[in-house]
T-cell receptor, first 109, second 112 residues
């Protein structure tokens, strides 16, 4: 069973701080990795994707991938209350993508 | 704007009464997916199409079927909905396998 594991949270951070979200995956054949943001009652929204080891930055978001450790993370700088949501990590190969159950992030004003 | 559109947003049906959910896309993506998501759970893949090639997940109940009559449209048919089928149903598309998926707003299905 190919799995993606995330701490369900909630992860609480003060406004303006860095939020660090982590994820591990079991399928060593995974080639693509995604972070989605999902507000309560809404559909997932793509935030970041990363294919290679290292860091990828987009605005306030940085995705980090370490294939040797089978570890993916998402850093959110200058966290805002509007960032409060559940963040889904997903890993995929050629056939399909497997989602984690998500980490709930709460940004405290 | 190019997008993935699901209809209806909310669907209420009776136990055992067939229901069809629809998805359309203007992204011209080759791959379309149907997921089921229950509260606090990960989206669960039901099926996906790579062009016209249909791929059914091994644990998708026989009660669930899908059609993709053309590139733009995909349908999810639930033949005899049970109470356990109440969930959010998400349609997603991607330009190819392993590429980022773009989700529609979802259809929330309730069973009476």
């Amino acid at each position: 069973q190919k799995e993606v594991e995330q701490n369900s949270g909630p992860l609480s951070v003060p406004e303006g701080a860095i939020a660090s979200l982590n994820c591990t995956y079991s399928d060593r054949g995974s080639q693509s990795f995604f972070w989605y943001r999902q507000y309560s009652g809404k559909s997932p929204e793509l935030i970041m994707f990363i294919y290679s080891n290292g860091d990828k930055e987009d605005g306030r978001f940085t995705a980090q991938l370490n294939k040797a450790s089978q570890y993916v993370s998402l850093l959110i700088r200058d966290s805002q209350p509007s960032d409060s949501a559940t963040y889904l990590c997903a890993s995929g190969g050629y056939q399909k993508v497997t989602f984690g159950t998500g980490t709930k992030l709460q940004v405290i004003p | 704007d190019a997008m993935v559109i699901q209809n209806p947003r909310y669907q209420v049906t009776q136990f055992g009464k067939p229901v069809t959910l629809s998805c359309s896309q203007t992204l011209n993506h080759n791959v379309m997916y149907w997921y089921q998501q229950k509260s606090s759970q990960a989206p669960k893949l039901l099926f996906h199409y790579y062009d016209k090639d249909f791929n059914n997940e091994a644990d998708t109940p026989d009660n669930f079927q899908s059609r993709r009559p053309n590139t733009s449209f995909c349908f999810l048919d639930i033949r005899s909905p049970g109470l356990g089928d109440a969930a959010m149903y998400l349609c997603a598309t991607s330009s190819g396998p392993g590429q980022p998926q773009h989700f529609g707003d979802g259809t929330r299905l309730s069973i009476l």
